[in-house]
Protein backbone atom coordinates (compact mmCIF):
# COMPACT_ATOMS: atom_id res chain seq x y z
CA UNK A 1 0.00 0.00 0.00
CA UNK A 2 2.62 2.41 0.79
CA UNK A 3 4.29 1.59 -2.27
CA UNK A 4 1.39 2.77 -4.73
CA UNK A 5 0.67 5.96 -2.50
CA UNK A 6 4.46 6.80 -3.19
CA UNK A 7 4.05 6.68 -6.64
CA UNK A 8 0.08 7.56 -7.09
CA UNK A 9 0.60 10.74 -9.34
CA UNK A 10 2.80 8.37 -11.93
CA UNK A 11 -0.31 5.62 -11.46
CA UNK A 12 -2.77 7.98 -11.75
CA UNK A 13 -1.97 9.02 -14.85
CA UNK A 14 -0.68 6.01 -16.92
CA UNK A 15 -4.08 4.32 -15.61
CA UNK A 16 -5.86 7.11 -17.06
CA UNK A 17 -3.85 7.28 -20.04
CA UNK A 18 -4.57 3.38 -20.68
CA UNK A 19 -8.38 3.72 -20.03
CA UNK A 20 -8.18 6.11 -22.87
CA UNK A 21 -5.44 4.97 -25.28
CA UNK A 22 -7.90 1.62 -24.69
CA UNK A 23 -11.06 3.19 -25.97
CA UNK A 24 -9.24 5.08 -28.83
CA UNK A 25 -7.53 1.88 -30.00
CA UNK A 26 -11.23 -0.07 -29.58
CA UNK A 27 -12.55 2.57 -31.84
CA UNK A 28 -9.85 3.60 -34.49
CA UNK A 29 -8.48 -0.08 -35.13
CA UNK A 30 -10.64 -2.34 -34.19
CA UNK A 31 -13.98 -0.04 -35.32
CA UNK A 32 -15.60 -0.40 -32.06
CA UNK A 33 -18.02 2.85 -32.63
CA UNK A 34 -19.05 4.43 -29.12
CA UNK A 35 -22.00 5.59 -28.01
CA UNK A 36 -22.70 9.22 -26.84
CA UNK A 37 -22.30 7.70 -22.81
CA UNK A 38 -19.20 6.16 -24.18
CA UNK A 39 -17.99 9.50 -25.20
CA UNK A 40 -18.77 11.22 -21.95
CA UNK A 41 -17.07 8.56 -20.20
CA UNK A 42 -13.48 9.91 -21.69
CA UNK A 43 -13.66 13.88 -20.68
CA UNK A 44 -12.83 13.21 -16.96
CA UNK A 45 -9.40 11.33 -18.49
CA UNK A 46 -8.76 13.89 -21.01
CA UNK A 47 -8.95 16.55 -17.87
CA UNK A 48 -6.79 14.68 -15.77
CA UNK A 49 -4.51 13.82 -18.12
CA UNK A 50 -4.41 17.79 -19.11
CA UNK A 51 -4.21 18.62 -15.70
CA UNK A 52 -1.15 16.44 -15.05
CA UNK A 53 0.50 17.75 -17.69
CA UNK A 54 0.02 21.47 -16.89
CA UNK A 55 0.95 20.59 -13.25
CA UNK A 56 4.22 18.81 -13.69
CA UNK A 57 5.25 21.91 -16.00
CA UNK A 58 3.79 24.38 -13.21
CA UNK A 59 5.27 22.89 -10.35
CA UNK A 60 6.86 19.53 -10.55
CA UNK A 61 5.81 18.63 -6.53
CA UNK A 62 2.55 17.06 -5.81
CA UNK A 63 0.27 20.08 -5.04
CA UNK A 64 -3.35 18.75 -3.32
CA UNK A 65 -5.28 20.93 -6.30
CA UNK A 66 -4.26 18.41 -8.67
CA UNK A 67 -5.48 15.37 -6.94
CA UNK A 68 -8.82 17.24 -5.76
CA UNK A 69 -9.21 18.76 -9.15
CA UNK A 70 -8.84 14.76 -10.51
CA UNK A 71 -11.15 14.10 -8.29
CA UNK A 72 -13.74 15.26 -9.07
CA UNK A 73 -13.54 14.83 -12.42
CA UNK A 74 -13.86 11.01 -11.38
CA UNK A 75 -16.85 11.54 -9.87
CA UNK A 76 -17.85 13.12 -13.27
CA UNK A 77 -16.68 10.12 -15.53
CA UNK A 78 -18.16 7.26 -12.30
CA UNK A 79 -21.53 9.28 -12.59
CA UNK A 80 -21.68 9.03 -16.42
CA UNK A 81 -19.83 5.50 -15.99
CA UNK A 82 -22.43 3.83 -13.76
CA UNK A 83 -25.39 5.86 -15.37
CA UNK A 84 -24.74 3.72 -18.35
CA UNK A 85 -24.36 0.54 -16.81
CA UNK A 86 -27.84 0.99 -15.80
CA UNK A 87 -29.08 1.77 -18.93
CA UNK A 88 -27.22 -0.94 -20.75
CA UNK A 89 -29.11 -3.60 -17.82
CA UNK A 90 -32.17 -1.86 -18.34
CA UNK A 91 -32.39 -0.27 -15.23
CA UNK A 92 -32.13 3.53 -15.32
CA UNK A 93 -33.31 5.67 -18.77
CA UNK A 94 -30.79 7.31 -20.87
CA UNK A 95 -30.52 10.80 -22.57
CA UNK A 96 -32.92 11.28 -25.66
CA UNK A 97 -29.79 10.99 -27.83
CA UNK A 98 -28.80 8.03 -26.52
CA UNK A 99 -31.42 5.82 -27.55
CA UNK A 100 -32.93 4.59 -30.68
CA UNK A 101 -36.21 5.42 -30.30
CA UNK A 102 -38.21 8.15 -31.97
CA UNK A 103 -41.01 10.30 -30.67
CA UNK A 104 -44.17 11.34 -32.19
CA UNK A 105 -43.65 14.29 -34.42
CA UNK A 106 -46.13 16.37 -35.37
CA UNK A 107 -44.93 17.35 -38.95
CA UNK A 108 -42.26 15.63 -41.48
CA UNK A 109 -39.40 18.31 -40.79
CA UNK A 110 -39.84 17.15 -37.03
CA UNK A 111 -40.15 13.76 -38.12
CA UNK A 112 -36.80 14.48 -40.04
CA UNK A 113 -35.06 16.63 -37.59
CA UNK A 114 -35.43 13.72 -35.32
CA UNK A 115 -34.12 11.16 -37.64
CA UNK A 116 -31.00 13.24 -38.36
CA UNK A 117 -29.85 13.53 -34.62
CA UNK A 118 -30.65 10.00 -33.99
CA UNK A 119 -27.54 8.25 -32.49
CA UNK A 120 -25.62 5.68 -34.57
CA UNK A 121 -24.91 4.04 -31.60
CA UNK A 122 -27.60 3.28 -29.12
CA UNK A 123 -26.42 3.44 -25.15
CA UNK A 124 -28.05 0.00 -24.24
CA UNK A 125 -26.09 -2.13 -26.55
CA UNK A 126 -23.18 -3.46 -24.91
CA UNK A 127 -20.82 -3.13 -28.44
CA UNK A 128 -17.83 -5.53 -26.79
CA UNK A 129 -17.37 -7.26 -23.09
CA UNK A 130 -14.19 -8.69 -21.73
CA UNK A 131 -15.34 -11.63 -19.29
CA UNK A 132 -19.04 -10.62 -19.48
CA UNK A 133 -18.03 -7.28 -18.63
CA UNK A 134 -19.00 -4.11 -21.02
CA UNK A 135 -16.67 -1.79 -21.58
CA UNK A 136 -18.57 0.95 -19.12
CA UNK A 137 -18.90 -1.90 -15.99
CA UNK A 138 -14.87 -2.00 -16.79
CA UNK A 139 -14.49 1.96 -16.51
CA UNK A 140 -17.13 2.12 -13.52
CA UNK A 141 -14.24 -0.41 -12.13
CA UNK A 142 -11.28 1.82 -13.03
CA UNK A 143 -12.84 5.13 -11.61
CA UNK A 144 -14.04 3.09 -8.43
CA UNK A 145 -10.38 2.13 -7.81
CA UNK A 146 -9.21 5.50 -9.19
CA UNK A 147 -11.32 7.16 -6.74
CA UNK A 148 -10.46 4.97 -3.64
CA UNK A 149 -6.62 5.71 -3.92
CA UNK A 150 -7.06 9.28 -4.44
CA UNK A 151 -9.05 9.51 -1.55
CA UNK A 152 -6.79 8.11 0.49
CA UNK A 153 -3.72 9.86 -1.15
CA UNK A 154 -5.55 13.49 -0.60
CA UNK A 155 -5.92 12.37 3.17
CA UNK A 156 -2.24 11.40 3.66
CA UNK A 157 -1.68 14.94 2.02
CA UNK A 158 -3.62 16.38 4.25
CA UNK A 159 -2.30 14.74 7.34
CA UNK A 160 1.31 15.05 6.27
CA UNK A 161 0.60 18.88 6.17
CA UNK A 162 -1.30 19.37 9.44
CA UNK A 163 1.83 17.27 11.27
CA UNK A 164 4.28 19.78 9.87
CA UNK A 165 2.45 22.75 11.06
Same mark, same amino acid.
Given at each position: ?11 ? *????? &? @???? @? ?13 ? $? +? ?12 ? &? &? *?????? /? ?6 ? +?????? =? ?14 ? %?? /????? $???? =? ?7 ? %????? +? ?5 ? $? ?8 ? +?? @? @? /?????? %?????? *? ?16
Amino acid at each position: MNYIIRYWGIIF *FFLCL &V @AIFS @ALIAEYFFHILPCRM $C +LNQRYPYYFIISIF &V &V *FYFISK /TSNIWLYV +LSELAV =LYGLFYSIWHVGIEHN %LL /TGPSS $CSGK =LIGADSVSD %LKEQI +LNQAVIN $CNEISWSVLG +LS @A @A /TLNSLL %LLFLLL *FNTIFIFKIYNDKEKKI
